[in-house]
Structures are given as structure tokens and as C-alpha cells.
């Protein structure tokens, strides 16, 4: 079945700091993979996606790669805010089974 | 511009109560979603509707019925509640299954004593 593996949080880092959160995946087929952000009291909303291999999304400066060759959609920003403490999800879906999530990392950054 | 709306917001129950969980959205989308959300096990699917008059089985369905009588309700319900039902739960709706984007209402906080 499908399934999504990244990295367990909680992740604190300083503001200006370069941010990676990996993701890993299982799926069968040809998956499409997101990366979804909540903020604190909020539900989750998309922050980006990629549909097919090579294709890389990108939100907010935020961007995550689909590397079909490693089965990864890691998530990276160069520079983080403080409003960028959250907890990131990511997540993959193929035509015949909805959205999976994975089990989420917190990020909390300090100034 | 509602988009996805659950009510109510925060919910207490004594063991063996009863409960509905109202999800209304306003978007026109065809698929809608029941999800809990716990700690350390991220977002796990209870039921899921692809259209009105439709249900089907999530990942996490013991416990829980739902109904779609209406396109724009989705509705969850615990006939008999259980502490094992203390959750946050989302529910979601999309134009499509696979990749769409979903929408997120805000959540209802349900403790079971």
C-alpha cells in the first residue's frame, strides 16, 4: 500500500537558518506528493506540490524536488521566520486511494 | 468565503454518548473527508465520500458512521463513545481524489471522559 515517512520533529532552529525535512515514499504507481503546513489552531493547508518526476514545487520559498530515482519529496527553505513554526505533513495520492499523510514534523524557530 | 466549516469547535462527552460532527462546505467539491489527528500518528482517515449519497472506509473507521445526503454536508457520527475517540478531527473536501488540493476546515476538539 502507499505510505509516507519523514522526519520526526521536533526541529528548532534559529531564524535565518537553512531548513530540510525529509520525506520518504511507498506508493504503487505513479504517485502526485505534497507538503501541507498547519499553524497553530488552523487545519492543514497545501504549501506545495509535484505531480510527476523531476517536477519541483515551490511556495513561500519554500521547495521540495520529486526524485522518483530515491522516492523522496524533502522539503527545504533556505532562510526561515519565525512565522514559519508549524507542522509540516507530507503526502502523497495515486488515482485510486486518497490523500496519505505522513505523521508530521514541528518546526519551531527562535529569533 | 467559508470554504470548509465544522461544527461544533469543541465538544466533551461522558463514555457511551452519542455525537454528530456537522462538516459543511460551500465549494461545490465533490469529495469529502473525515480525518483524526493524535499525537505522533499524524492525520489518519476515518471515512471518506467521492459523491452525495456515498461513504466509504478509511484506514480508521471502527466507531465511527457517516452520511452524505447533501453535496455540501458531510456528516461524522459516534453512537457510543469511547476515551479512545479523544481526538482533533478535520475534515477535508477536493475537486478530485488524486492530485487535488484538499481543504482543511479548522478542526473539532472532542474530549471522551
Known amino acids: 500500500g502507499n505510505s509516507v515517512t519523514q522526519m520526526e520533529g521536533p526541529v528548532t532552529l534559529s531564524e535565518e537558518a537553512f531548513l530540510t525535512i525529509n520525506c520518504t515514499y511507498t506508493?504503487?504507481?505513479?504517485?502526485?506528493l505534497f507538503w501541507y503546513v498547519q499553524y497553530p489552531g488552523e487545519g492543514l493547508q497545501l504549501l506545495l506540490k509535484?505531480?510527476?518526476?523531476?517536477d519541483k514545487g515551490s511556495n513561500k520559498g519554500f521547495e521540495a524536488t520529486y526524485r522518483k530515482e530515491t522516492t523522496s519529496f524533502h522539503l527545504e527553505k533556505g532562510s526561515v521566520q519565525v512565522s514559519d513554526s508549524a507542522v509540516y505533513f507530507c503526502?502523497?495520492?495515486?488515482?485510486?486511494?486518497?490523500?496519505?499523510f505522513g505523521k508530521g514534523t514541528r518546526l519551531s524557530v527562535i529569533a | 468565503n467559508a470554504g470548509v466549516t465544522q461544527t461544533p469547535k469543541f465538544r466533551v462527552l461522558k463514555t457511551g454518548q452519542s455525537m454528530t460532527l456537522l462538516c459543511a462546505q460551500d465549494?461545490?467539491?465533490?469529495?469529502m473527508y473525515w480525518y483524526r489527528q493524535d499525537p505522533g500518528m499524524g492525520l489518519r482517515l476515518i471515512h471518506y465520500?467521492?459523491?452525495?449519497?456515498?461513504?466509504a472506509k478509511g484506514e480508521v473507521p471502527d466507531g465511527y458512521n457517516v452520511s452524505r445526503l447533501k453535496k455540501q454536508n458531510f456528516l461524522l457520527g459516534l453512537e457510543s463513545a469511547a476515551p479512545s475517540q479523544t481526538s482533533v478531527y478535520f475534515c477535508?473536501?477536493?475537486?478530485?481524489?488524486?492530485?487535488?488540493?484538499?481543504?482543511f476546515g479548522e478542526g473539532s476538539r472532542l474530549t471522551v471522559l
Open positions: 503526502a502523497l495520492a495515486t488515482g485510486n486511494t486518497p490523500l496519505v
Open positions: 465520500s467521492v459523491g452525495e449519497g456515498t461513504t
Open positions: 509535484a505531480t510527476k518526476a523531476d
Open positions: 477535508a473536501s477536493s475537486y478530485s481524489r488524486d492530485g487535488g488540493e484538499l481543504f
Open positions: 506508493a504503487t504507481g505513479y504517485p502526485s
Open positions: 465549494m461545490n467539491h465533490e469529495y
